[in-house]
């Protein structure tokens, strides 16, 4: 069975594209077939990511004037360039978002009316169809925008896992914890799966010596995660360390790949393996 | 499918394509078709004249057509025949585009009156030579817009309303039509008629553009638009393309529904995907899901639906008519309990002569608008002179209503909720403010206010298919009416 994984946070920086395309990247290095939607419409930054330059976008596709095939780029190639002609290489197709203001509003807009804006929504709600059912995906996984806007509930509404990721030391836990209860709510009433995901956690400079959180010396992040965990209802399905080398690199790129044994690397393995996504 | 055939020797008159527009009968009455130019209205509306002309009277007023274009139009058989009658509005006294407003007036007036003596005189049937038969009536107006431009629009306003009355007293039905251009005129034209027919043009890449009618609304009846594609055969007759099939459609994605549909709310989908994802949807946007453009599913909402009383009063002319419809609108949307209820939780629903309200959240909204608008109204009653006053009955209930946005991008509601209000309102008259049970029995406890306001005044009302309900009246003495309805003290 196909899974749909949505990465969304209540505010932007959290990691969400980071992690998003190392996931996407390790599943399909791991021989599984990933779609990867880069549906942060409001700011969408995957294109920077990958440095592509698609001769069709998503709002192409959404605004039909275009189709999934041209869409959807084949990066296997990239993977495959790492995993050294490893067999068990998968597939990695990235569709981007375009970030030029005029697309962004008009999408926004819902292309005006409501008939249009339902359109729109339906070609949206098809992409995830083809990407199952023609591209025979094992996982899609989107990458939404932050907070309570309509195309994040919409990818959150389409999506079978979905990924709360918070950064670490730049919490809001009031807000994080409201959107938790008006929004997830409706949707895991209906089956969907939400799990928070920690990043950049605290006291791991010096590795295997965790710190005390910082805003509660007398409270550890393993504490720290558990009462939030607590707080939101959510399960907590990981804790990525913050690590200098990746937060101050110019451009980080697919680490899981370039530094498999980085720790980075092993914490998104543990990801992918954990049984909470398995297809 | 061609519309050739319709209307029989003692059938109402029909429009083409009838029974494709509409899934129940449209009775007599005049329909304004809207569209815009080169759509194929007047061909249209040939079609609908030259189906009576065996039958019926065929009456066509046109300010644009001359015996020329009336013989390129249709074919002289046709225009030569007794049934038939052509005028032309503004040259029927040889005062042809005449600037004076007088004139015109009096050309329009010309018009009116021949207008109404071939609709009403005797009709004779050649083969039974003297013979008095029934005959129906088919008018067609075309254009309003062209009318408008040469003679103002006030003066086409009085026109439509002095022929209305003329086809009032007959078995009439009357096409008028109008470029979808002016949205006003449109709008007001809409509360003088029966029903609104659309008519629009489609781009299609593949090919040339095609033409689709609609029958948009009709009053008092409830039936679901659908568009149909016609074509302009090359003797100039409509032919209607087929129906679209009965294929179910998914609700969230619109594929055809293979296999058993999975339903809820009364809605159906194509696999539990669909449906789990319109859940999730419905659950997030809550009833803002009309917004995404999806329909969503029973709500239970208070209405409120008033009307304003003797409006079609034909001594009041059309203008004064249009501005007691719109003191009524300012009137009621300055009141604080319309104010106070967020856009996404009321549904607003003009009906002409008056205004449904649906209020999602507090069903104590509907009487607190009731009986501020009486408030309001009282005040501004009492500064005009009594042909200016207002008048309005209200209807109060609650119940399911379904919503959908409509290919137009308006807004409908359909269900029983909205029905009752309106039932209750009928029986009323000036001043009252009528409760069904339902409603009245779930604020009665909530307040002592409305234990005193609120009281019962027919334990078993009957209402349309047999319906009965025990009805309330909200009045005190500043609103409402304490006398009993007539309606309701003749049972």
């Given at each position: ?76 190639p ?145 504490d ?39 720790p ?16 | ?8 020797p ?38 609908f004249?030259?189906?009576g002309?065996?039958?019926d ?22 225009i ?22 007088k ?39 075309d ?51 029966d ?53 179910l ?6 594929k ?51 009307d ?18 719109e ?26 002569d ?7 959240l ?14 309001k ?7 005009k ?16 209503v ?33 409760l ?14 409305y ?12 209402i ?28």
């Amino acid at each position: 069975m196909a899974r749909c994984i949505a990465f969304h946070s209540y505010k932007g920086g959290t990691g969400k594209t980071t992690i998003a395309s190392n996931l996407a990247a390790m599943l399909a290095a791991k021989g599984y077939k990933v779609s990867l939607v880069d549906f942060d419409v409001y700011a969408p930054s995957m294109q920077g990511y990958f440095d592509r330059v698609p001769d069709k976008w998503i709002n192409d596709l959404l605004s039909d004037n275009a189709k999934v095939t041209d869409v959807m780029i084949d990066l296997t190639p990239v993977i495959a360039e790492y995993a050294n002609g490893s067999a068990k290489t998968g597939k990695l197709w990235v569709g981007f978002s375009n970030s030029k203001k005029e697309e962004v509003y008009k999408l926004e807009g819902g292309a005006g009316n409501q008939s249009d804006k339902l359109h729109v929504l339906r070609k949206f709600i098809q992409l995830r169809e083809d990407l199952i059912s023609e591209y025979n995906s094992d996982y899609v996984i989107i990458d939404t925008s932050p907070g309570i806007r309509y195309w994040s509930i919409n990818s959150l509404a389409i999506a079978d896992i979905l990924f709360l990721t918070l950064k670490f030391g730049d919490l809001d836990i009031h807000g994080t914890k409201k959107m938790a209860a008006d929004l997830y709510g409706s949707f895991t009433k209906f089956g969907t799966k939400s799990y928070l995901l920690l990043n950049r956690v605290a006291g791991y400079c010096v590795p295997h010596s965790p710190q005390p959180h910082e805003a509660n010396p007398e409270q550890s992040s393993d504490d720290f995660s558990e009462m939030l965990s607590r707080e939101t209802g959510m399960e907590l399905i990981s804790a990525i360390p913050c690590y200098c080398d990746i937060q101050f690199k110019r451009k980080e790129f697919l680490t899981v790949l370039e530094y498999p044994e980085h720790p980075f690397a092993k914490q998104l393995e543990q990801l992918v393996n954990a049984e909470q996504i398995k297809v | 499918m061609n519309s050739k055939g319709a209307g029989g020797p003692h059938q109402p008159p029909s429009i083409p394509g009838m029974s494709e527009l509409s899934n129940v009968a449209i009775s007599p009455g005049i329909l304004l078709l809207v569209g815009p130019a080169g759509v194929g209205k007047t061909m249209y509306c040939r079609q609908f004249l030259v189906d009576g002309l065996a039958t019926d009277r065929c009456l066509l007023i046109s300010a644009e057509l001359d015996d020329r274009r009336l013989r390129q139009l249709f074919s002289g058989d046709y225009i030569t025949t007794r049934n038939f009658r052509f005028i032309n509005p503004v040259s029927s006294n040889n005062s042809s585009l005449s600037p004076q407003k007088k004139a015109m007036t009096k050309s329009l007036s010309a018009a009116l009156t021949r207008a109404r003596e071939f609709i009403s005189e005797p009709p004779r049937d050649s083969s039974q030579n003297e013979k008095r038969v029934h005959r129906s009536v088919r008018v067609v107006v075309d254009s309003l817009t062209y009318l408008q431009l040469i003679c103002g629009e006030k003066l086409v306003m009085d026109f439509v309303l002095r022929l209305r009355r003329i086809l009032s007293e007959e078995n009439a039905m009357a096409i008028l039509t109008i470029s979808d251009t002016d949205q006003q005129i449109k709008n007001k034209l809409g509360a003088l008629t029966d029903g609104i027919i659309e008519m629009r043009l489609e781009e299609d890449p593949k090919g040339p553009l095609n033409r689709a009618i609609r029958l948009l609304s009709l009053k008092r009846t409830h039936h679901k638009p659908v568009w149909m594609h016609f074509n302009i055969g090359d003797d100039g007759g409509i032919v209607f393309g087929e129906r679209p099939s009965a294929v179910l459609l998914c609700t969230l994605c619109r594929k055809p529904v293979s296999g058993k549909p999975f339903i809820y709310s009364d809605f159906s989908f194509d696999t539990i995907t669909c449906l789990e994802t319109y859940r999730k949807l419905e659950g997030a946007y809550g009833t803002s899901v009309a917004d995404t453009g999806l329909p969503f599913e029973a709500t239970d909402v208070s209405f409120f639906f008033v009307d304003i009383v003797g409006l079609s009063n034909p001594n009041f002319s059309v203008k004064k008519q249009i501005q007691k419809i719109e003191t009524l609108n300012e009137l009621l949307a300055s009141c604080v309990a319309f104010k106070k209820s967020p856009k996404e939780k009321r549904l607003i629903l003009p009906t002409g002569d008056g205004m449904a309200v649906g209020f999602l959240l507090n069903p104590e909204l509907a009487l607190e608008l009731s009986i501020e608008l009486h408030q309001k109204l009282r005040m501004f009653n009492n500064r005009k002179p009594a042909d200016d006053q207002i008048g309005i009955r209200i209807g109060l209930a609650s119940g399911l209503v379904f919503a959908v946005t409509d290919m137009n991008n308006m807004q409908n509601v359909w269900g029983p909720g909205i029905i009752l209000a309106r039932r209750v309102m009928d029986v009323g008259d000036d001043g009252h403010i009528l409760l069904a049970d339902n409603l009245a029995e779930r604020l009665i406890p909530l307040k002592d206010e409305y234990r005193r306001i609120i009281k019962p005044i027919s334990d078993s009302f009957e209402i349309k298919h047999g319906q009965k309900i025990k009805l309330y009246s909200a009045y005190s003495h500043d609103f409402g009416n304490s006398e009993l309805p007539a309606r309701a003290s003749r049972k």
